[in-house]
């Protein structure tokens, strides 16, 4: 379960609510020391200016709302600059259409700053700050100027490189959600078999197709609450999904009462795997589903939060970072025409916090307990991910310069 918004308070449990609901997080004290300072809510591309013809849309967060201004603008390029004005309520803010999440920007906790970038298609969608007095409100995108052309000559080879990448990055989430269910239904087996051992053996890997494409599964609010949703993120009586299997395995160490949400597990993942054969993307989704990944290690991995029971919370983090590799090298070629040295830097990034996170890789794919971790190597993990999600938090503003 990705954040949904919020940063962490220290020492006490943290009530929050999301897209898809009511959220309970329990954050260590010791690591969100660090994250306050080491959080990546606070990205230099707050300060976008946008590109050339690309629309710069201000939204101003704060307990009352998030009004877009302009809250009208025409089809292209855009860049959403959002900066929390002092809401403590509010965190977060999305541009919606119906339940699916175009773009987000999450922890921005009062002060901070942050950013999005799009092609805006015509239609009507909403901006949306959970918590906030009025959580949403309208933003109208309008047929294009026409005659204006959508790319400068110079980016016309970029462009047609960019254009492959929706399609592949569709096939990669296809082969995803396709591996998710084929590990699901040996570890729900396992569960309903009542073997608590070979299940939790298969626990982590199971879900590990599932963390490599976090933001696109997120885009389904319900599924996602359903799938990966936390102890607290629904009433007890509705809790379904990994985790509520992760605490019978390793709190009561039986399987009982499993049945039922096992079966509902892999129907969900086979739900998942459908709906996503026909979802499209676009190369900015790519980029800021990317950087969201990554801020999603920073913010609720390395806190060890997400796998509370199991404690397998680093093999997420590595399914993370690969999912967010696999979105960025599609969109590298395109990159690099126009931005070699932003390129090159993310790619050196990615290999640092790959080898990283292969310290703590153990035989069999599965990575060191999280409690093993100690909080300097924590401190260094979210060091070398806050220095990868930097830079790339800038790859959406650039590519909808390009496409
Ligand atoms: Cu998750």
Redesign the pocket.
């Known amino acids: 379960?990705?954040e949904t918004s919020g940063s962490p308070i220290p020492t006490r449990p943290a009530f929050r609510a999301g897209v898809s609901g009511t959220s309970l997080r329990l954050v260590a004290a010791s690591v969100s020391a660090v994250l306050l300072t080491a959080g990546c809510a606070s990205d230099k591309s707050g300060e976008a200016s946008g590109g050339p013809g690309t629309t710069v849309i201000k939204v101003v967060l704060s307990n009352e709302g998030c009004q877009a201004s302009p809250a009208k603008v025409p089809a292209g390029p855009a860049t959403f600059s959002i900066e929390n004005e002092g809401g403590s309520a509010v965190s977060e803010a999305e541009l919606v259409s119906g339940t699916k999440i175009l773009g987000e920007k999450e922890g921005l906790t009062p002060g901070l700053s942050g950013s999005f970038s799009l092609n805006l298609a015509p239609g009507d969608y909403e901006m949306y700050c959970p918590h906030a007095k009025s959580e949403r409100s309208p933003f109208t995108v309008t047929q294009g100027v026409t005659g204006q052309p959508s790319s400068t000559p110079a980016s016309g080879g970029a462009a047609a490189l960019l254009s492959k990448a929706p399609d592949q990055y569709r096939r990669y989430v296809q082969s995803k959600t396709e591996e998710l269910v084929a590990l699901t239904a040996p570890f729900v087996a396992a569960v309903k078999a009542g073997k608590v051992a070979v299940a939790k053996a298969r626990y982590a890997k199971a879900?590990a197709p599932?963390?490599s494409i976090?933001p696109v599964a997120e885009s389904f609010g319900d599924l996602d609450l359903a799938i990966?949703g936390r102890d607290g993120d629904v009433p007890a009586g509705g809790w379904s999904g990994f985790h509520r299997i992760e605490k019978q395995l390793w709190t009561a160490g039986d399987t009982t009462g499993m049945v039922p949400v096992a079966d509902k597990l892999l129907a969900d993942v086979k739900t998942l795997a459908v709906r996503i054969r026909t979802t499209t993307f676009q190369p900015a989704e790519l980029a800021n589903g990317a950087t969201e990944l990554l801020n999603?290690i920073s913010k609720t991995k390395l806190t060890g939060e997400?796998e509370r029971y199991s404690r397998t919370d680093l093999s997420?983090v590595d399914a993370n970072l690969q999912g967010s590799q696999a979105a960025f090298d599609l969109l590298a070629p395109a990159l690099e025409v126009s931005e070699p040295g932003l390129t090159s830097t993310i790619r050196t990034r990615f290999r640092d916090a790959g080898v990283l996170m292969q310290k703590y890789a153990q035989p069999g794919g599965e990575f060191t307990r999280y409690p093993a971790v100690t909080p300097a190597q924590i401190k260094e993990l979210i060091v070398a991910f806050d220095a990868l999600a930097e830079p790339l938090s800038k790859v959406g503003e650039k590519v909808v310069a390009i496409s």
């Open positions: 379960m990705p879900r599932y963390e976090e990966d999603e997400e997420d």
